[in-house]
C-alpha cells in the first residue's frame, strides 16, 4: 500500500534546521512520502540568514508541475514563498487539495523574508484557498487576523488557537519545553500538520497531533550545543540517540547494527 504523498513549497536553509529539510524530515517520520518544490535558496546558519536567492517563477513552475502530474499529492505544505508571484501560482496550481499555508514573514533570528507585496498576495490569493494555516501570533496580526477560513495562530504559551469561521476558537493544549533551540519549529508545526491531515485525522486531532510531535522534539534537543545561535529543533528520533557509528564490514543479519531506523523554523 503506497504511503500519502505531501508536497512542501518552500525555500532551503544551508543549516539544516527549517524549510525544505524540517519539511521532509518530519513527513518522513510521520509516514508520508514528501515532495519538494524549492522556491529559494538561502544561505542561513543558527545566528542569521546571509543571502537569499530567489529560485526563478518558471523553474518553481515547472517543479511543482512535475510534482503534481506525476505523484498527485493529496497535501500540499507552503513555507517561505518570497514572492507575490510565487504565492498566485500556488493558490492558482493547489486549491482544492488540503493546503496547509505556514505564512513565514520573518524568520526565528529576525530575518524579513516577505515584503509588502508578498502579504498582500497571501490576504488575495492564498489564504481564501487555505486549508488551514498556521501564523505565530505575530504573523496573524500583520495579515490582519482575517480569519474567513481554519487558522492555528501559534505560540501562544500553553495553546494555541484553532480559529474557526463562524464557530468558538478551539485551544489546542500542549506543554512548553524550556530550551533555545527551537529554529525550525514552525516549519516542523505545519509539516506535521499536513502529515495528520494527510493521514485522515480531522483538523482538531491533526492540531493536537502535530503539537505533541514538536514538543517531543523540542524536548529531545533541548540540551544541544549546535551553532551559536538558536539551535535547530531536532530532526532525529529517540532510537538514533547513541546509535553506533556505521560499521566498516557488513553487519551480521539480525544483529542491531543490520537494522534500519526509521527516518525522522520563524523560517523557510
Known amino acids: 500500500m503506497n504511503p500519502p504523498v505531501v508536497v512542501t513549497i518552500a525555500g532551503t536553509d544551508s543549516g539544516g534546521a527549517a524549510g525544505v529539510a524540517a519539511d521532509l524530515a518530519t513527513f518522513s517520520a510521520l509516514g508520508v512520502h514528501g515532495a519538494c ?25 515547472a517543479q ?26 500556488v493558490a492558482e496550481r493547489c486549491a482544492g ?5 505556514d505564512p513565514v514573514l520573518v524568520a526565528t533570528s529576525g530575518a524579513v523574508l516577505a515584503d509588502e507585496s508578498v502579504v498582500r498576495a497571501y490576504r488575495s ?3 481564501p484557498v487555505a486549508t488551514v ?3 505565530n501570533a505575530e504573523e496573524d496580526d500583520v495579515l490582519g487576523r482575517d480569519h474567513g477560513t481554519p487558522v492555528i495562530r501559534t505560540g501562544g504559551g500553553l495553546a494555541d ?13 500542549h506543554a512548553v519545553v524550556d530550551t533555545d533551540n527551537d529554529h525550525g519549529t514552525g516549519c516542523t508545526y505545519s509539516a506535521a500538520l499536513a502529515a495528520h491531515l494527510a493521514h485522515g485525522l480531522a483538523l482538531p486531532a491533526a492540531a493536537r497531533s502535530a503539537a505533541a510531535y514538536v514538543v517531543a522534539q523540542l524536548g529531545l ?20 540517540e547513541g546509535a553506533p557509528p556505521c560499521p566498516s564490514t557488513p553487519p551480521t543479519p539480525g544483529s542491531r547494527s543490520a537494522i534500519s531506523p526509521s527516518p525522522a523554523p520563524a523560517s523557510p
Open 161 to 173: 488557537q484553532l480559529c474557526l469561521p463562524s464557530r468558538p476558537t478551539v485551544r489546542i493544549e
Open 221 to 240: 534537543g533541548r540540551h544541544w550545543t549546535l551553532g551559536r545561535g538558536r539551535g535547530p529543533v531536532a530532526h532525529i528520533h529517540p532510537h538514533h
Open 97 to 101: 487539495r488540503l493546503l496547509v499555508v
Open 37 to 61: 518544490v524549492v522556491t529559494a535558496v538561502t544561505a542561513q546558519d543558527t545566528t542569521g540568514v546571509r543571502a537569499i536567492h530567489p529560485v526563478p517563477l518558471d523553474v518553481v513552475a
Open 133 to 135: 494555516s498556521t501564523p
Open 64 to 89: 511543482l508541475d512535475a510534482v503534481l502530474e506525476d505523484l498527485d499529492p493529496i497535501a500540499v505544505k507552503t513555507g517561505m514563498l518570497a514572492d507575490p508571484e510565487i504565492v498566485r501560482l
Open 125 to 127: 490569493h492564498l489564504l
